[in-house]
């Protein structure tokens, strides 16, 4: 569980991101969310350096289909990072458990198969209050911190 805020990080370690392109793919499912992530995120990209017409964002209907959106992306060979952007909260049945696997997992393989890095900005939690939490509330907004990260991957 997240004890500090997400988005402070040191601003001098972070590469300039002129020369790069980004693609992000956002979930619709827990739009109030998700778009508190991507809004974090590109606002951070713009921040250290990225020109607007180097990000593009997709959207797809849920977190699951993250993975088919960024390997869409990812075939189109013309960015030097993707973010994947999703929430999924924890109910009643193990939904959650099957869908936060599979999330995580197919991210992780898309790392391993493709040379261009898939940054994982996918929120896991117990309530709704974690994620608001997380996506701009007392938590900073972890889409900042993964378009940090996408700027660092990028740049190696």
């Known amino acids: 569980m997240a004890t500090n805020n997400l988005s ?77 952007i999703g929430n999924v909260i924890q109910g009643e049945t193990k939904h959650f458990d099957y869908v936060c696997e599979a999330v995580s997992q ?13 940054i994982f900005c996918v929120l896991t939690d117990n309530n709704k209050q974690q994620s608001i939490d997380r996506s701009g509330g007392k938590f900073g907004n972890k889409g900042i911190e993964c378009a940090v990260a996408a700027i660092k991957m990028a740049n190696l």
């Open 8 to 84: 402070l990080y040191d601003d001098s370690t972070v590469p300039n991101a002129n020369a790069f392109r980004f693609g992000i793919v956002v979930s619709e499912w827990n739009i109030d969310i998700t778009k508190k992530l991507c809004d974090g995120a590109v606002e951070t990209l713009l921040k250290h350096g990225a020109k607007p017409d180097h990000i593009t964002i997709l959207q797809v209907p849920g977190s699951f289909e993250l993975i088919f959106g960024a390997k869409k992306l990812l075939k189109e060979n013309r960015f030097d990072a993707i973010i994947a």
């Open 106 to 118: 197919g991210i992780k393989d898309l790392n391993v198969l493709y040379d261009t890095p898939t």
